[in-house]
């Protein structure tokens, strides 16, 4: 059934709601949402006491390592941890407390899928898809999706469809799926990419993308069916935001 999936997303090492499709590597174009006061594992913390599982910690590019490993120790065991995921490290992720980790643009070398990129990762969880989740996070091109890299700057060569999920689902536990052109912009969700998505996929995925309120939770649940749950940042009252509070999410997910 749908569930409401919080997030930490960090850059700079600070809790950040930032506009997906800005985030390039020049900093002018960065456009924030929100900066938040409180560190990383204060909402680790938030989480864990109400009892909110599958929570993604983003690390957006370098400088974040510390918050997150923080927010790891404040619940062990409880979060998933993405963002420059690779075989090299996705076991010390696993051992610093991570419940599972989230891969992207490992998986791309050059904007190309690698299998043995992929295959490598799971060796180096020897082997246990339960501790793996892959992002293919997206950008539209030609009323498709294709996975964005690279702060979501680099289109890949994969298409988002019903071959590219299959192929992909016996080598890992979850999908995470970032909309990024409706990241940040809380305009909705792109409803379309929710019900393939629920078409498509036989393991759980998150969706993230322009959630704005309780009508997109629910919204999300009837597409889907229940198949698909949802991520809400920047409407969140935590974030700063105004469309819904963290309270009402939590009430939600008991319903």
Request: hydrophobic content about 40%; charged content about 25%; some cysteine.
């Amino acid at each position: 059934m749908t569930k409401f999936r919080p997030c930490i997303d960090l850059h700079s090492g600070q809790v950040k709601q930032i506009v997906g499709g800005t985030l390039t590597t020049a900093s002018s174009d960065l456009k924030t949402n929100y900066v938040s006061k409180l560190p990383a594992r204060h909402f680790a913390k938030l989480y864990k006491d109400n009892g909110l599982e599958g929570a993604h910690v983003i690390m957006l590019g370098p400088g974040n390592e510390e918050a997150a490993k923080e927010a790891l120790v404040e619940w062990k065991g409880g979060l998933q941890v993405g963002g420059g995921i690779t075989d090299q490290n996705a076991k010390q992720w696993i051992d610093w407390g991570a419940e599972r980790v989230i891969i992207t643009s490992f998986l791309f070398p050059s904007g190309k899928f690698s299998q043995e990129h992929l295959e490598s990762v799971l060796l180096a969880l020897g082997g246990d898809k339960d501790k793996l989740v892959i992002d293919l996070s997206c950008r539209k091109k030609d009323d498709t999706w294709f996975v964005a890299m690279n702060k979501w700057q680099t289109i890949t060569d994969m298409e988002v469809n019903e071959a590219s999920i299959k192929s992909l689902e016996p080598y890992c536990s979850e999908f995470l799926i970032h909309a990024a052109d409706n990241e940040g912009l809380q305009k909705g969700i792109d409803e379309k990419l929710v019900e393939k998505l629920a078409q498509w996929c036989s393991i759980p995925v998150t969706y993230a993308g322009g959630g704005r309120n309780l009508e997109d939770l629910d919204h999300v649940k009837k597409l889907s069916n229940g198949r698909v749950d949802l991520t809400i940042g920047s409407a969140l009252d935590v974030f700063g935001g105004s469309g819904v509070t963290f309270e009402e999410c939590v009430q939600w997910n008991k319903l």
